[in-house]
């Protein structure tokens, strides 16, 4: 009976131990267990950022070809101002010429003016200055034909002397 209660005791003590180490693994499996849902929730976490993160990327990516494109127009945009301020300047360089053209066919013009009116002046008194000298011409053939019905008279009267 010593050796059953010895046997027993050995048993007890064993069934104890196994007792104990059960407890310790059931704790272990469930503290693993508590950190394993933890894991997951993290895992489910990093999932949801992660996703997050890909439509973030996403959105910048296609933010990024916008702006990339509206690069490209506004650079054409600006070559074309560029292009438009040549022009401008071209034009602004066209009209300072024209202008100095036209001044200089203004300042011409007046002195035609003045010219032709010196020559419109002068025409007037050279006008004048015929009608004087018909004057005067009608005037020496009056006293010529006088002086000629004269010397006509003068030179009948003598033939007849």
Not at 46 to 60: A, F, P, S, Y
Not at 103 to 119: F, I, M, N, Y
């Amino acid at each position: 009976m010593d050796k059953i209660k010895e046997k027993l005791e050995k048993l007890r003590i064993e069934s104890e131990s196994h007792q104990s180490r059960a407890e310790k693994a059931e704790e272990e499996a469930k503290q693993l267990k508590e950190q394993l849902a933890k894991r997951e929730t993290e895992v489910q976490s990093l999932n949801n950022k992660i996703t997050l993160l890909q439509e973030n990327l996403d959105r910048t990516e296609k933010r990024v070809e916008e702006v990339k494109l509206k690069k490209v127009e506004g650079d054409k945009e600006e070559s074309q101002v560029e292009t438009l301020q040549r022009k401008v300047q071209l034009l602004e360089q066209q009209i300072e010429d024209k202008g100095r053209s036209w001044r200089e066919v203004t300042d011409k013009a007046r002195g035609l003016e003045l010219t032709a009116e010196q020559a419109d002046r002068k025409a007037k008194q050279l006008e004048a200055d015929k009608t004087e000298l018909e004057k005067r011409l009608d005037d020496m053939t009056q006293k010529y034909n006088v002086a000629k019905q004269e010397l006509d008279s003068t030179l009948k009267g003598l033939e007849d002397l």
